[in-house]
C-alpha cells in the first residue's frame, strides 16, 4: 500500500513540475517575442507573471519535502524527487531571468529603435530550444536529448562573447547610444544564463537516468543509449 501511495505522490509531483515548466517555457518565448517585435505589454506580462510563476515554485518544493518525510524513498524513488527539487529551482531561475529580459525590452521599447550589433534571434533560438528540450528530456527520460541541450551550451556561450566585442565595438562607433548599447549586452547574459540553467536540468536527467552526478563530469557531449534504472530497493 505503501508503495501505490507513493507512486500517485510521484505521479502528482511529476505533474506540478511540468505545469511550471510550460509556464516557465511560456514566459520565455513571450519575452523573446516582446525583444524581437518591441512589444512593450506583452514585457510587461512577463514580468507580472513571475509572481505565479514564483508561487508554483515553492508548493512543489514544498509538496517534495513532503514526500520526503512522509515515505523516506530510496533508490530511484529518491533520485526523482531530488531531480525534481533542482529542476524546480533551475525553472525558477530561468523565469527570473526571462522577467529581466522583459524589464530591458520595457526600456528598450521607450527609446528610439538601433540597428543591433549582433543577431540577438539567433542566441534567442538556440535558447528558447534548449529549454524545450531539456523539459522534453525529462517527460521522455531521454539521455540523447539531454546531451543536446549540454552541446548547445557551448554553442551559445561563443555566440554571447562574441556578441560582447561587437556591442564594445558599437559603443565606441556610437558613444551617444551607450545606455540603449548595454541594454543588449544585458539581454545576452541573461539569455546566456538562461541556457546555464537549462544544461543544469539536462545534467539532472542524466544523473536521474545513470544513477550518478554527471555534472562537471561530462567533457564531451555525444548522445549516448540510457542506462536502464536500477530496480526499487
Known sequence: MMTTHLEIE???????????GANVEESLLRAISALTDRDEQQAV??????????????????????TLALYQPVARDLRLIVATLKINNDLERIAD?????AERVVFLCRREPIAVPFDVAEMARHVRLMVKKCLDAFV?????????????????DQINREMYGKVTQAIQEN??????????????????????????????VLGLLEGEIVRHRLEEFEPKKTKPMPDKE
Open 140 to 156: 521522455r527520460l531521454d539521455s540523447d536529448l539531454a546531451y543536446e541541450v549540454c552541446a548547445t551550451d557551448d554553442h551559445v
Open 10 to 20: 510521484l505521479a502528482r509531483l511529476k505533474k506540478l513540475l511540468l505545469y511550471l
Open 97 to 101: 531571468l526571462s522577467a529581466n529580459i
Open 45 to 66: 506580462a512577463v514580468i507580472q507573471h513571475d509572481i505565479e510563476i514564483d508561487r508554483l515554485e515553492v508548493e512543489l518544493e514544498e509538496e517534495c519535502l513532503k
Open 175 to 204: 558613444p551617444e547610444r551607450l545606455e540603449t548599447l548595454i541594454n543588449y549586452i544585458s539581454i545576452s547574459r541573461y539569455l546566456e544564463r538562461v541556457a546555464d540553467h537549462a544544461t543544469n536540468i539536462a545534467e539532472d
